[in-house]
């Protein structure tokens, strides 16, 4: 009975670890309306172009400053991204809350978002696009950006 007691505790620890790390990630369809925030300048989903910013499609996991149709990044934003390996949720966060006082010069004009629970949903929105713009799943998306 014992070992049986064991295995039932290691299951539920298991179980209540992936519901925390499943609970982790911010809710896409929240996100989607922080998004609002940065239309004027960013386009996702299926069609999307660059406009002012560059396109987001794929964003997450990519490489910051990496090619995005064509864009061209600003000086400024080309030195601070050249060390950096991939937007994860680390990144996004820091750059999402404050882009002018992340990069001095950049030619991101947005003051940043400051609620913690938009920063987490709007990454999860924007990890729900694959490169062409097609839906997937953001938690895997974040999982593996983060191991980058």
């Keep these: 009975m014992h070992k049986f007691s064991l295995v039932i505790a290691g299951a539920a620890l298991a179980f209540a670890a992936g519901a925390a790390s499943a609970q982790e990630v911010g809710d896409p369809a929240a996100g989607e309306k922080v998004f609002n925030k940065c239309k004027a300048c960013h386009a996702i989903g299926e069609g999307a172009k660059n406009k002012i910013g560059p396109e987001l499609n794929g964003i ?3 490489k910051p400053g990496a090619d995005r149709g064509g864009y061209k990044f600003s000086k400024p934003f080309q030195d601070w991204s050249a060390d950096k390996t991939a937007w994860n949720e ?3 966060t820091t750059w999402l809350s404050d ?3 992340t ?3 950049t030619k991101m004009a947005f003051a940043g978002l400051k609620k913690p629970d ?3 949903n709007v990454i999860a929105y924007l990890a729900s696009f694959n490169e062409e713009g097609a839906s997937q ?3 895997e998306v974040l999982k593996a950006a983060a191991s980058k």
């Design 60 to 62: 997450v996991g990519d």
């Design 90 to 92: 680390e990144l996004l």
């Design 99 to 101: 882009p002018r006082g």
């Design 137 to 139: 799943d953001p938690a």
């Design 103 to 105: 990069v001095k010069g």
């Design 118 to 120: 938009d920063l987490k």
